[in-house]
């Protein structure tokens, strides 16, 4: 028992140290970039995170939360499949508007929508598996990457655009996320039990039985971060 507790605590001190130290990390550079880079250009980056933090929320329906209800292997293999392709569905329809909007926008704000559900669909499976260690050091890691490389891109391009900023963090979250959701489905061998034309069947169902948690769930969390991230649309809207 004793054993059990100390290995317990052992994987809580590492998971808040890297939580912390991301955290760390973020607050650190973000204060560096902001000397690097015009207000208005780090304006539009943030107006960008905003938009993308908000799609992302419905980008997976909240279907990855079935993850925590049914935690049969068997059966989660189909319960990811099916949380994944309504994000790339959710992703390729916030394309078709940004095309007309701010087409030279929508390649990069798709791609990170895309990346936001992979991440989160990879979370709630490492969580479910025990895998949120691994997780918390894998993203403790990897969070210097993307401000060293807005940093390197000030030094080298001088005040550059927010065209910039908005490419690398798409491709950045696009590759990281990619990598930790192969990451953590390696980590537990999953496997696909049915040919192809079945698989698609018994995902279907999925989405059909768990058609509440994007009915309930996921409005209220919407109208939560609405709430948040709104006025920074208004605001920008009145600075015009």
Same mark, same amino acid.
């Not at 419905?58 to 079935?66: K, L, V």
């Given at each position: 028992?004793?054993? &059990?507790? *100390?290995? @317990?605590?052992? +994987? ?7 939580? $912390? ?65 309504v994000a790339f569905c959710i992703s390729l329809v916030t394309f078709i508007p940004l095309v007309l909007i701010i087409p030279e926008y929508a390649v990069f704000v798709?791609? &990170?929508? *895309?990346? @936001?559900?992979? +991440? ?7 969580? $479910? ?66 040919p192809l034309t079945k698989s698609i069947y018994f995902s279907f169902c999925i989405l059909r039985r768990y058609i509440k948690l994007p009915k309930y769930k996921m409005?209220?969390?919407?109208? @939560? ?16």
């Amino acid at each position: 028992m004793l054993r &059990s507790l *100390f290995k @317990g605590g052992k +994987r809580f001190s590492v998971i808040t140290f890297c939580n $912390v130290g991301v955290q760390i990390t973020s607050l650190i550079f973000f204060t560096i970039i902001a000397r690097l880079y015009e207000p208005e250009i780090l304006g539009e980056y943030l107006i960008y995170l905003a938009y993308v933090s908000m799609v992302v929320l419905i980008s997976t329906g909240f279907y990855e939360q079935a993850l925590f209800i049914d935690t049969k292997d068997r059966r989660q293999a189909y319960i990811l499949a099916a949380t994944l392709s309504v994000a790339f569905c959710i992703s390729l329809v916030t394309f078709i508007p940004l095309v007309l909007i701010i087409p030279e926008y929508a390649v990069f704000v798709s791609l &990170s929508v *895309f990346a @936001g559900a992979m +991440r989160v669909v990879a979370r709630s499976y490492g969580i $479910v598996n025990g895998r949120l260690c691994q997780i918390a050091v894998y993203d403790f890691m990897l969070s210097p990457v993307m401000p060293l490389l807005f940093m390197l891109g000030a030094k080298v391009f001088g005040q550059s655009s927010s065209y910039f900023l908005i490419s690398v963090n798409s491709m950045v979250s696009f590759f990281v996320s990619t990598v930790l959701l192969v990451y953590v489905l390696s980590l537990n061998k999953i496997k696909f039990t049915y040919p192809l034309t079945k698989s698609i069947y018994f995902s279907f169902c999925i989405l059909r039985r768990y058609i509440k948690l994007p009915k309930y769930k996921m409005t209220a969390e919407l109208i @939560g971060v609405l709430s948040l991230r709104l006025p920074l649309f208004v605001i920008d809207r009145f600075l015009q």
